[in-house]
């Protein structure tokens, strides 16, 4: 009898801890991110429009949560398009970098982003269009 007991003890508190923990943003979970990549092509100086378009072929990372730096990196495809998946509900931010339209930078490079959150399980959220410049 007290050894059924205590295997019933151990269960319950094995199961509690297992269901109880809080998970934090990242993969592991059933939903998505998306969004698209919106390029402006300008001249050198940014004096003259040479085009708009959504941008392929661009780099698109993601932080989980209030991670330091990029939890993942994906590409855009023909369309514009990128897409994270598998992952839990939290806060994360997406962003890609763009020409600097503004001249100011050393690199001529500045990040584009979004913050977004998945607040439940089995859901797909859309980011506005990352518009960068070319």
Same mark, same amino acid.
């Given at each position: 009898?007290?050894?059924?007991?205590?295997?019933?003890?151990?269960?319950?508190?094995?199961?509690?801890?297992?269901?109880?923990?809080?998970?934090?943003?990242?993969?592991?979970?059933?939903?998505?991110?998306?969004?698209?990549?919106?390029?402006?092509?300008? *001249?050198?100086?940014?004096? @003259?429009?040479?085009? !708009?378009?959504? #941008?392929?072929? /661009? &780099? $698109?990372?993601?932080?989980?949560?209030?991670?330091?730096?990029?939890?993942?990196?994906?590409?855009?495809?023909?369309?514009?398009?990128?897409?994270?998946?598998?992952?839990?509900?939290?806060?994360?931010?997406?962003?890609?970098?763009?020409?600097?339209?503004?001249?100011?930078?050393?690199? *001529?490079?500045?990040?584009? @982003?979004?913050?977004? !959150?998945?607040? #439940?399980?089995? /859901? &797909? $959220?859309?980011?506005?269009?990352?518009?960068?410049?070319?």
């Amino acid at each position: 009898m007290k050894k059924n007991t205590l295997i019933q003890i151990a269960l319950i508190i094995t199961l509690s801890l297992l269901f109880s923990c809080s998970k934090e943003a990242g993969d592991g979970g059933n939903s998505s991110i998306f969004g698209k990549v919106y390029a402006k092509d300008y *001249n050198d100086a940014f004096t @003259l429009p040479l085009g !708009e378009y959504y #941008e392929s072929d /661009q &780099d $698109v990372y993601i932080i989980y949560g209030d991670d330091k730096t990029y939890s993942d990196k994906t590409v855009t495809n023909p369309d514009g398009l990128y897409e994270f998946k598998y992952l839990r509900p939290g806060k994360y931010t997406v962003y890609t970098y763009s020409k600097d339209s503004t001249l100011q930078t050393i690199s *001529n490079r500045i990040g584009v @982003l979004q913050t977004v !959150e998945i607040t #439940e399980k089995n /859901q &797909d $959220v859309e980011v506005p269009d990352l518009v960068i410049f070319k």
